[in-house]
Every structure is written in structure tokens, then in C-alpha cells.
């Protein structure tokens, strides 16, 4: 039986589900994490071997501890791996140290940690990305916007989803921004007028792609951060060939081998004079670990399938032993937060939507700041009842009383419009 130390398998919440379906494919699984082991629920205790707290999981010392004691007690660790952006590095250098190969090592890390070393994966796939600047000093960032002109992006070299991540329209916010300059190497990067995408992937050892889907934010996650606004996005049911196409030409540059993986794209919504055409799919960011907070499961819902024991067959067999049977459909994403007048209440939705509605919960505010207050997951069969879905979810009472109703009518139309031509003539964030 191979050994397989799952770092933090109680958070995210649903991450359990990996240990489960490793212990299904007979994997010895052992913890390590800093919850308590009574907070652990009654399923990740009856999966786990055997589970090692520590204080502080940003202590290396106390983890390479806890891997130290879990090898000497169980025999060499065949695997390491948390799936969680967060402690990538860590993982690495924990894999370094204890010599377990089956996974990537601190001098990978480049590549996949930092933005700016991103273009050259994106290069090599021969896919557009935005042009940057590292941030210095005022003057040589006011010289990059002479050069691509204003709103620029701002946002952390190294960091996680959208946190920390600023639309600068003027000088006037570039000076604010100076001002209170961040002490890490931020990235300044041209505004991209376009949709993100998502290309999803487990891959094998030879770098052959198990499963793949992908998921489209209609509008800015960063935005919806900062601002408030309420967040929506949904797995598609086919993904299309040219995003799948810069999928697996970046799964090629970025030498991606035994992973789940979230890459991440611009669909442009206009001509761009540096990066194509309307339609023409633009490089974001590389994402070494699963799409985050509910996405796994909503991919299970939306391909009737288990993402979470697709990942134990990749680890154990090298291939798919569990294959889904119905036809893909969507699954829609829904955030809203507190102290909005939306126009149709929690229940409302839950009323409407029983039959659809998969997950309707207020999340806790350690989670909420960029998910939203309340979500729901709703699973749905066609474009027309997701957007029906985000338009009854997503309207508010000011939206309902300032906006006519022919113009109102008109936008969705639009809306829907460009949501079926970004899945127009496909074959699956």
C-alpha cells in the first residue's frame, strides 16, 4: 500500500473528498493540518490513517516534523500534495527534502508561481498575453502606460485568485496606488477587454489529459471582489475547440504532469491592436491545483461525474477507472452578499429553483469575502434556464424599478446572445 500525506485535508471543506477517494483506490492516507483532530468530521477520521496537527502550518519546521514522524511511522511517502495554491512552494520543497519525485519540485516553482514568468509558458504555446511591467518606481510605471495606455491591472507577482487585485483608470489612482505601494513585487499588466475562461484538466504522468472542462465568469471576478457586486459564473456543458486547444498547448509548455490543473484565459470581447481579434482566447494565469471553493463539485454536477476519484485514478492507476454516463449539462454559480436589495429573497430561490438548486447556504466570513455571503449551485439543461437562473438571482430592486423593461429585455437577449457564441461549435471557473 503506497503512502500518501494529504496537507490540510479539513479545508477547503469539500478537499476531504480527495482523501476519500484515494482511501477507495487503496491508498494509505495520512494528515497533516492545523485543525484539531475533533473538529475533524467523522468521514476524513474514518479516511485518514493517521493525522499529525501542527500549530502553525506556515512553521516548515513543524512540518517537516510532522512528514518526519508520518515517515518513520508508516514507511517512505510515495506522495505529498495539499492541491491548494497556497502551499504549493511548501509542498515542493517538503517533496525536496524527503525525496518523494512524484511531484513538482522547488525549482518548477517559477514558472507557476509568478505572473510575470508566465508569458514565457505562454510564448512557447504560442498564445497572446497581456503585456506587464515589474512595479519599480512612479516614473518607469507612468512610462508602461504611455506605452499601453489607461486602465492598467495591478496585482501581486506571486499570489492567489483575485485577492489584492486593482483596476487603475488614471493617474489619479496610479498616485493612490504608489502611495500605499504593497511591500511584494506587484505586476502591472494592460487591461484585457475580455471574458474569462477556464480550461480544467486532469493529467497523467506522461502529460495525457484524463478529463477536461472549463468555466466562463460572463463578468469580472476582480470587480466582484472589490466592488461587491454580485458574483456568477457556470461549467459549460462542451468545452470549446480553440479554448481546448490552449489548454493542451499550455499543458505542453508548462510541462504539466500528474496534476489537476485550472488555466486560465480571456476570450476577447473587441479588437485588441496588441492581442487579436474579437473571440481570440489571450493567456491569464496558470492555476497548478484545482479550480477553487465549490468548483469540483460543480463540475460533478454538471458531467454527472466524480472529479475528486478521477484525481485517485490518475494517482494510482495512471488512467480513468470511473467514467461518467449521462450527458453533460451546466451547473451555474450564484454569490450574493449581504445588504443588497435584491428582488427575490433566499427563499424566493429556493422555492423557484427546488428541482435545480444542488447547493443554498450562507457561507462564514472567512469564506464569503470572495464568494459571496449566500451561494447556490444550480444544475441546469440549457442555456435558457441558466440565464433565467442569474437574471431571477441576480436582479435588484433598483435594477427592477430604474431600468425599462424593453431595454432590460434587450440586454438579456445580448447577454444570452454572447454566452451561446462563446459555446458555439464546440464538441466541455
Not at 278 to 286: D, F, H, N, T, Y
Not at 363 to 370: I, K, S, T, Y
Request: charged share 25%; proline share 5%; aromatic share 12%.
Amino acid at each position: 500500500m503506497r503512502n500518501f500525506i494529504f496537507i490540510s485535508p479539513a479545508f477547503p471543506g469539500n478537499y476531504e473528498n480527495f482523501c476519500v477517494a484515494l482511501k477507495a483506490n487503496g491508498i494509505n492516507v495520512l494528515g497533516i493540518g492545523d485543525t484539531s483532530y475533533d473538529s475533524l468530521t467523522p468521514c476524513l477520521k474514518s479516511t485518514l490513517t493517521e493525522y499529525y496537527r501542527v500549530e502553525n502550518m506556515e512553521d516548515y519546521d513543524a512540518m517537516f516534523r510532522a512528514v518526519a514522524f508520518l515517515s518513520f511511522r508508516h514507511g517512505k511517502i510515495d506522495w505529498l500534495e495539499s492541491n491548494n495554491e497556497y502551499w504549493l512552494e511548501q509542498d515542493a520543497r517538503l517533496r525536496e527534502d524527503f525525496h518523494i519525485t512524484t511531484g513538482l519540485q522547488p525549482k518548477d516553482m517559477a514558472l507557476i508561481k509568478y505572473k510575470s514568468k508566465m508569458k514565457a509558458g505562454y510564448e512557447k504555446a504560442h498564445i497572446p498575453a497581456a503585456r506587464f511591467h515589474l512595479v519599480r518606481n512612479f516614473e518607469s510605471a507612468c512610462d508602461f502606460i504611455k506605452e499601453v495606455g489607461y486602465p492598467v491591472i495591478v496585482k501581486p507577482d506571486s499570489g492567489v485568485g483575485a485577492s489584492d487585485t486593482w483596476k487603475i483608470k488614471d493617474e489619479k489612482d496610479l498616485k493612490s496606488f504608489f502611495c500605499n505601494l504593497p511591500s511584494v513585487p506587484y505586476i502591472m499588466e494592460e487591461f484585457v477587454p475580455g471574458e474569462i475562461c477556464s480550461y480544467d484538466a486532469i493529467v497523467n504522468s506522461k502529460g495525457a489529459v484524463l478529463f477536461e472542462t472549463g468555466n466562463i465568469s460572463p463578468i469580472s471576478i476582480m470587480d466582484c471582489v472589490n466592488n461587491h457586486e454580485s458574483i456568477h459564473f457556470y461549467i459549460v456543458d462542451q468545452l470549446a475547440e480553440d479554448l481546448r486547444a490552449c489548454g493542451r498547448a499550455c499543458l505542453k509548455s508548462f510541462h504539466v504532469r500528474s496534476r489537476f490543473v485550472h488555466l486560465e484565459f480571456f476570450r476577447l470581447t473587441q479588437d485588441h491592436p496588441h492581442l487579436g481579434k474579437k473571440g481570440q482566447i489571450v493567456g491569464l494565469e496558470v492555476n497548478m491545483r484545482p479550480s477553487g471553493g465549490p468548483t469540483p463539485d460543480m463540475i460533478n454536477y454538471a458531467y454527472s461525474a466524480n472529479c475528486y476519484q478521477y484525481y485517485a485514478d490518475m494517482i494510482v492507476y495512471d488512467r480513468l477507472r470511473h467514467k461518467r454516463k449521462a450527458t453533460p449539462c451546466f451547473c451555474a454559480f450564484v454569490g450574493r452578499w449581504k445588504g443588497v436589495p435584491y428582488t427575490h429573497s433566499h427563499w424566493d430561490i429556493i422555492r423557484t429553483f427546488e428541482h435545480e438548486l444542488k447547493t443554498a447556504e450562507q457561507l462564514p466570513e472567512v469564506l464569503a469575502h470572495g464568494m459571496g455571503n449566500y451561494i447556490y449551485l444550480a444544475k441546469l439543461e440549457s442555456h435558457e434556464e441558466m440565464d433565467r437562473f442569474f437574471t431571477y438571482a441576480l436582479e435588484t430592486v433598483k435594477e427592477k424599478e430604474e431600468e425599462p423593461p424593453e431595454e432590460k429585455n434587450t440586454v438579456r437577449k445580448e447577454a444570452s446572445k454572447c454566452t451561446q457564441k462563446n459555446s458555439a461549435g464546440t464538441a466541455s471557473v
